[in-house]
């Protein structure tokens, strides 16, 4: 079978290549999925360069989201059926024509949900809605999040707007404020306008923020920082553009505001069964809805990983690349 490979770790588009594999075989309470559609998330890029959390040994495959079909069966699984469309956001190595998963951690995909939904429901949409899940805001609460423009904090707006939060939005640049509005979310602030500040508190109207969310780090840590009100919480999710947070230490000391970090991979594998697949339930929900949509941006062949990471990387992007193997 075919599958992205590589032997160091460096840029994507330099390293990543097609190679011939063996076909895996599932073991025990495993199966083998034909994949059908994988996203490219950030993550998957920088676990290729040797800078994510997770550094695999080389030769490495890539990719770690995808909706397939169940194409063979392990010893003892009897969740799942050969030709059952099932997704995964936790499986190393699924931008190949095929891969091997635990099946416990597989999701059954319903028919109503296209590839193209499924392929990324997990990582980016779970992470959103596990994040205001840990945040246990109430109807009316106020949350502030920078890079407004990201897969993920689209999402936590559009998931905020269908359970009752109000969703401030911070861009760096005044294009992203109509981008948005253009995908129906409002309340996005582009932080280029001198007077950013006061537009905040006319959204607002003075309401306490109680929360926040930086996906950037650097000084755009610190400007969601000091938006919080007293005794508010800011939710460390990504690093964007520095590894360094630039935040005031008058802004923690005074306000009382809980720092915390939140890493998708560590919180969906420490969450209860119960939790978690209620919370899948409440996503697959939004989803058919049409409360939270999932916009495709392109879909490329594995051979032309250079071409889907240009794509992926391309400023105004709306909607993730996927890959077809």
């Known amino acids: 079978m075919r599958a992205l490979m590589h032997s160091t770790f460096d840029a994507p588009e330099t ?8 076909l895996p075989e599932p073991g025990p309470n495993q199966v083998r999925v034909r994949t059908l559609l994988s996203p490219i998330h950030n993550h998957d890029l920088w676990t290729v360069r040797g800078t994510y959390g997770f550094k695999p040994e080389l030769p490495a495959r890539a990719g770690t ?12 699984v009897t969740n799942l059926q050969v030709g059952q469309r099932v997704a995964t956001g936790g499986t190393f190595g699924v931008w190949s024509e095929y891969f091997v998963a635990g099946a416990a951690g597989l999701i059954p995909v319903p028919d109503a949900l296209s590839d193209e939904a499924a392929a990324q429901l997990v990582s980016m949409p779970f992470s959103a809605l596990s994040l205001l899940h840990s945040l246990d805001l109430k109807e009316g609460d106020w949350l502030v999040q920078n890079a407004a423009n990201g897969a993920v904090s689209r999402m936590v707006a559009q998931i905020g707007a ?8 911070l861009v760096r640049r005044a294009e992203g404020v109509a981008e948005l509005r253009e995908q129906g979310i409002v309340n996005i602030v582009a932080t280029d306008s001198p007077d950013w500040r006061e537009q905040v508190a006319a959204i607002t109207g003075g309401a ?24 508010g919480t800011l939710v460390v999710f990504g690093a964007m553009e520095s590894p360094t947070m630039k935040i005031a230490s008058g802004d923690i000391i005074f306000k009382q505001v809980t720092i915390k970090g939140f890493w998708g991979s560590t919180v969906s594998r420490e969450m209860d069964a119960e939790t978690r697949t209620a919370l899948f339930g409440q996503l ?13 941006a392109g879909i490329f062949s594995l051979e032309d990983i250079a071409g889907a990471f240009e794509a992926s990387t391309t400023a105004g992007r709306v909607g993730k690349v996927l890959l077809r193997p």
């Open 15 to 22: 390293v990543l290549a097609v190679q011939d594999v063996p």
């Open 65 to 76: 989201e995808a909706v397939g079909v169940v194409d063979a069966l392990g010893a003892d």
């Open 162 to 169: 269908a359970r009752g939060f109000n969703v401030v939005g």
């Open 208 to 231: 306490p923020i109680i929360a926040g969310v930086d996906s950037v780090g650097g000084t755009s840590a610190g400007d969601v920082l000091s938006l919080l009100a007293a005794n």
């Open 284 to 296: 697959m929900g939004h989803v058919l809805s049409g409360e939270l949509t999932l916009p495709v």
